[in-house]
């Protein structure tokens, strides 16, 4: 079972350059979240979707965009990288479920340095 | 808005019991749930509990939820080494498409 996947794991960019970081579930679910995790900040979610060809913003949008074309793929993108962008950045799905009790299932995230 | 906040550290003995607490801003949470990461890895759901619940158990797992307080628990009991981990307290306002708000996270250090 594949459940989400995140590529690539690990990355190691320059300020200014720009890169997109891919999400993949195979589990059907009609959420998708892009978060990032930093030290004693916890999770902070920057965009998320509800369906394919919707996106919305998150508690910390700026300098991030995403796209949904595809419903199994989630992708986030980096238009020109800076410092404060160095994070490791967790995606997850979720299905609506009848009782709202759906859980968000997790990537094992990405590891993102900007030197 | 909403906010939910965890003590970021706790330490204890293996074999003892780890209480690790929660508490939230939003009246209207209906769902709250425990996740738990583990080094290097993403976030694992290990249990939820609806807003009309009182108490969930679940083998080694209870959770607690006093929602006048709007305060909830995890309790481990037999605490062992696999343990060690981050665990992130949640709460989703409803059954849309609403997301979730993480706290900060607690790391749980177990020590042998």
């Known amino acids: 079972n594949a459940g989400v996947t995140q590529t690539p794991k690990f990355r190691v960019l320059k300020t200014g350059q720009s890169m997109t970081l891919l999400c993949a579930q195979d589990?059907?679910?009609?959420?998708m979240y892009w978060y990032r995790q930093d030290p004693g900040m916890g999770l902070r979610l920057i965009h998320y979707s509800v369906g394919e060809g919707t996106t919305a913003k998150g508690e910390v949008p700026d300098g991030y965009n995403v796209s949904r074309l595809k419903k199994q793929n989630f992708l986030l993108g980096l238009e020109s990288a800076a410092p404060s962008q160095t994070s490791v950045y967790f995606c997850?799905?979720?299905?609506?479920?009848?009782?709202?009790?759906?859980?968000?299932?997790f990537g094992d995230g990405t590891r993102l340095s900007i030197l | 808005g909403e906010d939910v906040e965890q003590s970021l550290f706790l330490s204890v003995r293996e074999g003892d019991s780890s209480v690790i607490n929660c508490t939230y801003t939003d009246s209207s949470s209906t769902y709250l749930y425990w996740y738990k990461q583990e080094p290097g890895a993403g976030l694992q759901l290990l249990t939820y509990i609806f807003s009309n619940m009182d108490m969930k158990q679940d083998q080694r797992l209870t959770v607690l939820l006093n929602k006048k307080d709007k305060h909830l628990s995890l309790r481990i009991a037999d605490t062992q080494t696999g343990d060690s981990a981050i665990y992130f307290c949640a709460e989703k306002e409803d059954s849309g498409n609403t997301p979730l708000v993480f706290g900060k996270g607690t790391r749980l250090s177990v020590i042998a």
């Open positions: 589990m059907n679910h009609e959420y």
């Open positions: 997850a799905s979720s299905s609506p479920g009848q009782m709202g009790n759906q859980p968000q299932h």
